[in-house]
């Protein structure tokens, strides 16, 4: 049966319920008679060892029901997935401030507050470390280093016309999602029950089993919908779940954690930062023959997915640029602080700002624009990226000369050179920022998804995938792919919660393959549904092979002809007749593969290419900068939802721009983390975000491999953002073109005020 009657829809279904105050969320869930609330007693030194912990004033308090440490864990006191490095509750030694030590359970979360400032704790100091560089130093490892090359770099870095060296630093980032971690578990007739604020329910469902010694088919992971999520929930929801799972188990009450802002500041997982060496050589025609980067990753105390962020690193390292000759290393360092964990672009956002700042040293020395070198090295079909993948249908080009045309940024930059000539005090300052972004898990393994699909008796449609609502669309996306399978209208399809029942061992929604790992799998299931109705047709009716039926407007068709059954009565007719309306649906990405002896293969269905140009203008007496238009070009595929995809760019650029301009994570060599709070730790509000965002749909093709051929939109405009590192960088320079190149991101007003009026290096 062949249904191409898309029906066109732009905008979240969830939108109304949001901004009625009716979305639920975890602590919005009615509770249980007798829930119990629970809060962890952290450790408040950076490294140590623990010589004695007392619980007996904590114990005393009135309401106080039960203090566990990790000597209470039914199971493996484990949280780690790719690296087993992480304790649920630690044990003789502490590794980072905020590092969970006991569970304190009681009626309220006030009382458990109370009692947990009660707590006593004799910690024997040890030193800390907090830089990657001195982690590598001293030996300090999560994982192996891993090292991707491509070429002959030595050769191609003699034979270079010019060359330029130095280091560059990104710093954390902390998540924001709106809804704090936290999870709430009911224990029922023995099985845990859990209501999770996570991306990856089976993450949930895994890591509890594991703590609490049973398989994973007693326990059982709910999740509506969370407040976001951009990778802090794609791993680091679990030990929250698998701690009040445990409570709950243990004390055959209902249990629920819900983290404070302050609590979720403090202990949980951010970007990671990086430090970072590189070498770029470029030929007399600025062709980039040679690269070469060293990247240090500060991956905190576990190994939580610095692992797989690390390789990502690698793999974006080249960003949107052919580099014939590349070799790139990476380091995965252990530190004190909290375990850093995934960010939407997950490592390839760290990656790119450090060949952007090789290229931005490179056209500062040679005294070109930055675009004429992008312009004589962007990716072309049939290029290879140094982890072995040909390039096909790449859209850099595209993007980067549609952008220059589209807003006419040769007469903006003429407009700059005169504004700045005539402005001592003001500066503007221009950046074009090209992003490629590979769209997989790049472990393949992961790279499958589930779903399942009801037709009720009536014709209503309940459907289920491992895809989590965050915000992102996920589930407006599956609700369209059914109606449009099914040629309904949005309204008869229901999406349900996801659930580790219906739909078993998903993988995260993360690397923005949410809606085509699983738009694709409920394609499958919808689709043997259908096989199954036009066979009834066919018998029924007595058509033959060459006549096509479609289903549209809640109708049968024939040969486009509009037949007297409406979707109602096909659904009965087929009911009578005892037909299977329910069906489970898989698919698994083709044709991707990685080895990583070799560090070579085909890790990614497809890229993502666009282009930004951003333009802001910095008061060089106090430092204090604005953008004043941020132009895009990007390339959608055909975009199943405008208002959505539209809706990630835009908040994925002002995401991206927070994080090189203002968010800042700052320790002290103690291991404390200073920005603790919203107050001191400023991520962008409406008053900083850009003047004016355009944001232009280049017309492709799409590919096969995203669903209905929309390219996933989540992770890579957060890429965008870097430019803006750059563009404040092209404005300090005309004001002071003698000012040092520093590549130490977040560019705050400070660092701006530094280098206005800074002396040469
Ligand atoms: N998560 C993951 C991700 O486990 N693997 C990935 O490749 C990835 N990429 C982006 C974001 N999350
Ligand atoms: Mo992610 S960084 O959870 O796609």
Not at 404 to 415: D, G, H, S, T
Request: charged content about 20%; overall charge negative; glycine content about 8%.
């Amino acid at each position: 049966m062949n249904n191409n009657n898309p029906t066109p829809f732009s905008g979240n279904l969830d939108a109304v319920n949001h901004v009625r105050g009716q979305s639920i969320y975890v602590d919005d869930l009615p509770e249980y008679a007798g829930t119990l609330h629970a809060k962890v007693f952290y450790s408040p030194l950076a490294h140590g060892r623990i010589r004695r912990l007392d619980f007996e004033a904590a114990a005393q308090l009135e309401g106080v029901i039960r203090i566990f440490t990790y000597q209470d864990i039914p199971g493996e006191n484990q949280l780690g997935n790719i690296v087993p490095d992480e304790p649920l509750l630690a044990e003789e030694e502490v590794h980072y401030i905020g590092q969970p030590i006991a569970l304190i359970v009681a009626r309220s979360p006030e009382i458990a507050e109370q009692a947990r400032e009660r707590v006593q704790v004799d910690i024997e100091e040890l030193p800390p470390v907090t830089e990657p560089r001195e982690a590598f130093r001293q030996g300090l490892l999560l994982h192996e280093s891993r090292k991707f090359e491509m070429g002959d770099v030595e050769t191609a870095f003699a034979q270079c016309k010019y060359i330029f060296e130095g280091a560059a630093h990104t710093g954390g980032q902390e998540h924001v999602y709106l809804e704090p971690q936290g999870a709430y578990a009911v224990p029922r007739e023995g099985k845990a029950f859990i209501h999770s604020s996570t991306q990856g329910p089976t993450q949930v469902q895994r890591t509890a089993a594991r703590v609490l010694g049973v398989p994973m088919n007693q326990v059982e992971v709910d999740v509506t919908r969370i407040g976001g999520g951009f990778g802090g929930k794609e791993d680091q929801a679990s030990g929250w779940a698998a701690l009040v799972a445990m409570a709950a188990h243990l004390l055959k009450k209902p249990v629920k954690y819900i983290l404070s802002r302050h609590e979720d500041l403090l202990m949980t997982g951010k970007r990671h930062p990086y430090d970072s060496d590189y070498r770029i050589g470029l030929d007399e025609h600025l062709k980039i023959q040679a690269y070469e980067a060293v990247f240090y990753q500060n991956g905190g105390a576990a190994a939580d997915l610095s692992p797989a962020v690390l390789e990502r690193t690698l793999f974006h390292a080249t960003n949107s640029y052919y580099v014939p000759h590349a070799r790139l290393t990476a380091h995965c360092c252990r530190t004190n602080i909290v375990p850093s964990t995934a960010f939407r672009g997950f490592g390839g956002p760290q990656g790119m700002f450090v060949i952007e700042a090789a290229i931005h040293h490179a056209a500062s020395e040679l005294d070109v624009n930055p675009m004429e070198i992008q312009r004589q090295n962007l990716l072309q079909d049939g290029h290879i990226f140094p982890y072995g993948q040909v390039i096909r249908e790449s859209e850099a080009r595209n993007c980067w000369m549609e952008n220059i045309e589209r807003n006419n940024l040769r007469r903006l930059q003429e407009e700059i050179r005169l504004y700045n000539a005539s402005h001592p005090l003001s500066k503007k300052g221009l950046h074009l920022m090209p992003v490629c972004f590979g769209i997989s898990f790049t472990k393949t393994m992961m790279n499958h998804a589930r779903a399942l699909v009801h037709v009720y008796s009536d014709g209503s449609v309940g459907i289920s995938t491992g895809a989590v609502e965050m915000g992102q669309g996920a589930n407006t996306k599956m609700v369209q792919v059914a109606a449009r399978e099914f040629g309904l209208r949005l309204e008869q399809v229901k999406i349900e919660t996801t659930n580790t029942t219906r739909v078993a061992n998903t993988s995260p929604s993360a690397a923005s393959a949410t809606s085509d790992l699983n738009g694709k799998a409920l394609l499958d299931a919808c689709g043997q549904i259908r096989e199954r109705l036009e066979a009834l047709l066919r018998e029924e009716w007595g058509l033959g092979e060459q006549d096509a039926i479609q289903l549209r407007n809640n109708t049968v068709f024939v040969n486009g002809k509009e037949q007297d059954m409406s979707w109602e009565q096909l659904i009965q007719l087929a009911f009578f007749q005892r037909i299977n309306l329910s069906a489970k649906g898989h698919y698994a990405t083709p044709d991707i593969h990685f080895d990583k002896k070799k560090e070579k293969g085909h890790p990614f269905a497809y890229h993502v290419y666009g282009t930004a140009a951003l333009h802001c203008t910095v008061d060089c007496l106090r430092g204090i900068y604005s953008f004043d238009a941020v132009h895009i070009v990007h390339d959608f595929g055909r975009s199943m939802n405008k208002g959505i995809d539209l809706g990630q760019i835009e908040g994925g650029l002002v995401q991206g721009i927070g994080w090189m301009t203002m968010e800042n994570l700052q320790h002290t060599p103690e291991g404390k983390l200073l920005s603790q709070t919203l107050s001191n730790y400023k991520i962008p509000d409406i008053y900083s975000v850009p003047k004016e965002v355009s944001v232009h749909f280049l017309h492709t093709d799409g590919t096969e491999k995203a669903i209905y051929k929309s390219k996933t939109t989540g992770e890579p405009p957060l890429m965008y953002g870097i430019g803006a590192y750059f563009a404040l960088y092209d404005a300090i320079l005309a004001f002071n073109p003698e000012a040092p190149r520093l590549y130490h991101a977040p560019m705050t007003p400070e660092r701006v005020l530094g280098l206005l009026y800074a002396s040469p290096a």
